[in-house]
C-alpha cells in the first residue's frame, strides 16, 4: 500500500518560509519522479515543482521560481519543498505525488501524470 505523508504546513507572515517534508512507503522512492501541487480554495489545483527520480533534474512554476526549492533524500524515502519569500498568494493545500511511472525521465507536470497523493498540508500566508 502506497502512502505520502506531507508535513510541514502552517501560518506564516509574508516574506516567511517554510520546509514542507513528504514521506513516502509502500514503493522503491528512489526509482520515482516526484513533484508537489496545490490547490487554493475555488481553484484548480497547479503544479508547484518537479525532481527527477535520482535528483538530476528540477523544474517549477514561474511564479515560485527564486524562492522555492525541491529536493529528495532518497534515503530517508522524502521530498522536501523549501518554500523563501512566502506570498499572500502562496495561501492553498499543499500536496506530494509520485509519478505514475517507475523509472521515467523527463519532468511532468500535470496532474494526471501523477497516480499516488498525500493529504495534503495547509500553508497559509499573512500579509
Known amino acids: 500500500q502506497v502512502q505520502l505523508i506531507e508535513s510541514g504546513g502552517g501560518l506564516v507572515q509574508a516574506g516567511g518560509s517554510l520546509r514542507l517534508s513528504c514521506v513516502a512507503s509502500?514503493?522503491?522512492?528512489?526509482?520515482?519522479?516526484m513533484g508537489w501541487f496545490r490547490q487554493a480554495p475555488g481553484k484548480e489545483r497547479e503544479f508547484v515543482a518537479a525532481i527527477t527520480w535520482g535528483g538530476a533534474n528540477t523544474y517549477y512554476k514561474d511564479s515560485v521560481k527564486e524562492r522555492f526549492t525541491i529536493s529528495r533524500d532518497d534515503v530517508k524515502n522524502t521530498v522536501y519543498l523549501q518554500m523563501n519569500s512566502l506570498k499572500p498568494e502562496d495561501t492553498a493545500v499543499y500536496y506530494c505525488?509520485?509519478?505514475?511511472?517507475?523509472?521515467?525521465?523527463?519532468?511532468?507536470?500535470?496532474?494526471?501524470?501523477?497516480?499516488?497523493w498525500g493529504q495534503g498540508t495547509q500553508v497559509t500566508v499573512s500579509s
Open positions: 509502500g514503493l522503491t522512492f528512489s526509482t520515482y519522479s
Open positions: 505525488a509520485s509519478n505514475r511511472i517507475p523509472g521515467r525521465p523527463g519532468i511532468w507536470t500535470t496532474p494526471h501524470e501523477y497516480n499516488y
